[in-house]
T-cell receptor, first 113, second 113 residues
Framework: QQQVKQSPQSLIVQKGGISIINCAYE??????FPWYQQFPGKGPALLIA?????SEKKEGRFTISFNKSAKQFSLHIMDSQPGDSATYFC????????????FGTGTRLTVIP | DTGVSQDPRHKITKRGQNVTFRCDPI?????LYWYRQTLGQGPEFLTY????????KSRLLSDRFSAERPKGSFSTLEIQRTEQGDSAMYLC???????????FGDGTRLSIL
């Protein structure tokens, strides 16, 4: 059972455009929501993360929007660049226990020059 | 480079052989995690260590898998009697403690012939 659902599976955006990736969860024990970027042959690299006490977090061109009541969160990449072409994963972890990450299935982003 | 280091990067072996992977976490990170990633999917949690203690294993970790972190620094993951279904990328991550971001290595890609 997929604990974090991610969409779309793939996304093609023009250079300079906005890329939007969405995730949803059901488990209210989740309290930490990171986004990871992964290039082929590499491990996931942490991009940005949010906790549910805020509704939005921005770091450079990357913004997380968080809707606690809807149990949804999204990643917005502003001014998308060809170098942003990668697979993006949302994830979630619980406050207690292992704090292991539950990942979505990934979104392959392609930014066209 | 002070990131998470994994060795080897690639391992090709015949079905039925034993394999061992090594992970060197970021220095002074108490938490060490192992994840498995199959093609087109997000990483899935296998097990984690708090210092030298292995505190949780997922149901994905069959009895053919064993992990150690003998001195609370590097960790090894061994798979005995490998099967075709073990083909995957094995990722290691570390964090200072349970509530801090996890940083991943570039993984070991295992291929079973």
């Amino acid at each position: 059972q997929q604990q974090v659902k991610q969409s779309p599976q793939s996304l093609i955006v023009q250079k300079g455009g906005i890329s939007i990736i969405n995730c949803a969860y059901e488990n209210t024990a989740f309290d930490y929501f990171p986004w990871y970027q992964q290039f082929p042959g590499k491990g996931p690299a942490l991009l940005i993360a949010i906790r549910p006490d805020v509704s939005e977090k921005k770091e450079g061109r990357f913004t997380i929007s968080f809707n606690k009541s809807a149990k949804q969160f999204s990643l917005h990449i502003m001014d998308s660049q060809p170098g942003d072409s990668a697979t993006y994963f949302c994830a979630a972890s619980k406050r207690t226990g292992a704090n292991n990450l539950f990942f979505g299935t990934g979104t392959r982003l392609t930014v066209i020059p | 480079d002070t990131g998470v280091s994994q060795d080897p990067r690639h391992k090709i072996t015949k079905r039925g052989q034993n394999v061992t992977f090594r992970c060197d976490p970021i220095s002074e990170h108490n938490r060490l995690y192992w994840y498995r990633q199959t093609l087109g999917q997000g990483p899935e949690f296998l097990t984690y260590f708090q210092n030298e203690a292995q505190l949780e294993k997922s149901r994905l970790l069959s009895d053919r898998f064993s992990a150690e972190r003998p001195k609370g620094s590097f960790s090894t993951l061994e798979i005995q009697r490998t099967e075709q279904g073990d083909s995957a990328m094995y990722l290691c991550a570390s964090s200072p403690n349970g509530r801090q971001p996890q940083h991943f290595g570039d993984g070991t890609r295992l291929s079973i012939l």
